[in-house]
C-alpha cells in the first residue's frame, strides 16, 4: 500500500515500545487509529500525544490472548471506521528461563499472548479485509527468536517460530489467491523496550512465575542487559515496516546483523550438523 491518507490502522500493544511507534508513524501517515492495550490508563497517555482528532481514534484495553477481546476489537474497528487497512498483530511479553523451568502458566502467558493473539487477529480480521475492495496488509510482529533458537527463551523461541511460520505460510495462500491483503512479518533483535519487565502485565490467570535458579538468573540479567543496550530503535522498527508496507515485502528484519547467526542455522540444517550453540 502506497497511500495511507485517511485508511484505518488496527495496533495491538500500542501503549508503548514498538506498537506506540507504530501508531507514531501512522499518525504521521495521516491514517485512522484503533489502538488497543492491556495498559488501558498508559494507553490514553500514550494516544494523547498523537494529536489525533478524536472522530479518527478508537481505543481499546483488552487482553489479547482471549479470543472474545479480539473479537470485540475487530467488531468495533468496522463498525467504527467501515474498513481496516492495516492490522498489526504486535502485542508481545517475554520470560527468561531454561526450558524445563517454564512452569505450564508460563507456557500458557507467552503462546497466549505472542502467538494466539496473531492467530485471533487473522481468524476475526483477515475476512473482512479480503472482502475489501482496496484491500489492506497484515503485519505479525514475531523476532529474530522466530529465525533462531537462542538459550533461555524456550518459550518465547517456540512463540516466535509459530508467528513466522504462520504468517509465512498466510503469504503462500494470499499469493495463491492473488489476493488484495498482503503480510509482512517483523523480526527484530535488541531494541530498547521494556519487554523485559512484562511480568508487570502478566494476567492473574497465568499466575506468577516460581523460583528459578541461579543459571536461569544468569540468562535474565543477560537479557535485560541486552534489550537496554539494544541500538536500533522502537522508531527504527516502526519504519521499516512501512516500508516494507509500501514495497509488499514480506520479511522485515532490521538487525541486518544478525544475517550470519540465521545463515549459520541454515547451514547447519543443509549440511545436518548438530546446531551450534548461540550462546
Given at each position: 500500500?502506497?497511500?495511507?491518507?485517511?485508511?484505518?490502522?488496527?495496533?495491538?500493544?500500542?501503549?508503548?515500545?514498538?506498537?506506540?511507534?507504530?501508531?507514531?508513524?501512522?499518525?504521521?501517515?495521516?491514517?485512522?487509529?484503533?489502538?488497543?492495550?492491556?495498559?488501558?490508563?498508559?494507553?490514553?497517555?500514550?494516544?494523547?500525544?498523537?494529536?489525533?482528532?478524536?472522530?479518527?481514534?478508537?481505543?481499546?484495553?483488552?487482553?489479547?490472548?482471549?479470543?472474545?477481546?479480539?473479537?470485540?476489537?475487530?467488531?468495533?474497528?468496522?463498525?467504527?471506521?467501515g474498513a481496516v487497512h492495516l492490522l498489526c498483530n504486535n502485542a508481545g511479553v517475554g520470560?527468561?528461563?531454561?526450558?524445563?523451568?517454564?512452569?505450564?502458566?508460563?507456557?500458557?502467558?507467552?503462546?497466549?499472548?505472542?502467538?494466539?493473539?496473531?492467530?485471533?487477529?487473522?481468524?476475526?480480521?483477515?475476512?473482512?479485509?479480503?472482502?475489501?475492495?482496496?484491500?489492506?496488509?497484515?503485519?505479525?510482529?514475531?523476532?529474530?527468536?522466530?529465525?533462531?533458537?537462542?538459550?533461555?527463551?524456550?518459550?518465547?523461541?517456540?512463540?516466535?517460530?509459530?508467528?513466522?511460520?504462520?504468517?509465512?505460510?498466510?503469504?503462500?495462500?494470499?499469493?495463491?489467491?492473488?489476493?488484495?491483503?498482503?503480510?509482512?512479518?517483523?523480526?527484530?533483535?535488541?531494541?530498547?523496550?521494556?519487554?523485559?519487565?512484562?511480568?508487570?502485565?502478566?494476567?492473574?490467570?497465568?499466575?506468577?512465575?516460581?523460583?528459578?535458579?541461579?543459571?536461569?538468573?544468569?540468562?535474565?540479567?543477560?537479557?535485560?542487559?541486552?534489550?537496554?543496550?539494544?541500538?536500533?530503535?522502537?522508531?527504527?522498527?516502526?519504519?521499516?515496516?512501512?516500508?516494507?508496507?509500501?514495497?509488499?515485502?514480506?520479511?522485515?528484519?532490521?538487525?541486518?546483523?544478525?544475517?550470519?547467526?540465521?545463515?549459520?542455522?541454515?547451514?547447519?540444517?543443509?549440511?545436518?550438523?548438530?546446531?551450534?550453540?548461540?550462546?
Amino acid at each position: 500500500m502506497q497511500d495511507l491518507r485517511d485508511k484505518t490502522a488496527v495496533i495491538t500493544g500500542a501503549a508503548s515500545g514498538i506498537g506506540l511507534a507504530l501508531a507514531q508513524r501512522a499518525a504521521k501517515e495521516g491514517m485512522r487509529l484503533v489502538l488497543a492495550d492491556i495498559e488501558g490508563d498508559k494507553l490514553k497517555v500514550a494516544a494523547a500525544t498523537l494529536a489525533i482528532a478524536a472522530d479518527r481514534l478508537l481505543l481499546h484495553t483488552l487482553d489479547v490472548s482471549r479470543d472474545e477481546d479480539i473479537g470485540r476489537l475487530a467488531d468495533d474497528a468496522f463498525h467504527r471506521f467501515g474498513a481496516v487497512h492495516l492490522l498489526c498483530n504486535n502485542a508481545g511479553v517475554g520470560l527468561t528461563r531454561v526450558t524445563w523451568e517454564h512452569t505450564l502458566q508460563d507456557w500458557e502467558w507467552l503462546l497466549g499472548v505472542n502467538l494466539w493473539s496473531v492467530i485471533h487477529g487473522i481468524r476475526h480480521f483477515l475476512p473482512r479485509m479480503l472482502e475489501q475492495a482496496e484491500g489492506g496488509h497484515i503485519v505479525n510482529t514475531a523476532s529474530v527468536a522466530g529465525l533462531l533458537s537462542t538459550p533461555g527463551m524456550a518459550a518465547y523461541n517456540i512463540s516466535k517460530h509459530g508467528v513466522v511460520t504462520l504468517s509465512e505460510t498466510l503469504y503462500g495462500e494470499l499469493a495463491v489467491l492473488q489476493a488484495k491483503v498482503g503480510v509482512s512479518v517483523l523480526c527484530p533483535a535488541w531494541v530498547p523496550t521494556a519487554i523485559h519487565q512484562s511480568g508487570r502485565n502478566r494476567q492473574a490467570r497465568f499466575g506468577v512465575p516460581g523460583e528459578i535458579s541461579d543459571v536461569s538468573r544468569g540468562y535474565e540479567e543477560r537479557m535485560a542487559s541486552a534489550v537496554t543496550a539494544g541500538r536500533k530503535t522502537a522508531d527504527d522498527m516502526a519504519d521499516a515496516v512501512f516500508e516494507a508496507v509500501a514495497e509488499r515485502r514480506f520479511y522485515v528484519i532490521p538487525h541486518r546483523k544478525i544475517n550470519n547467526a540465521i545463515q549459520l542455522r541454515m547451514d547447519d540444517i543443509m549440511q545436518l550438523r548438530n546446531p551450534t550453540p548461540l550462546g
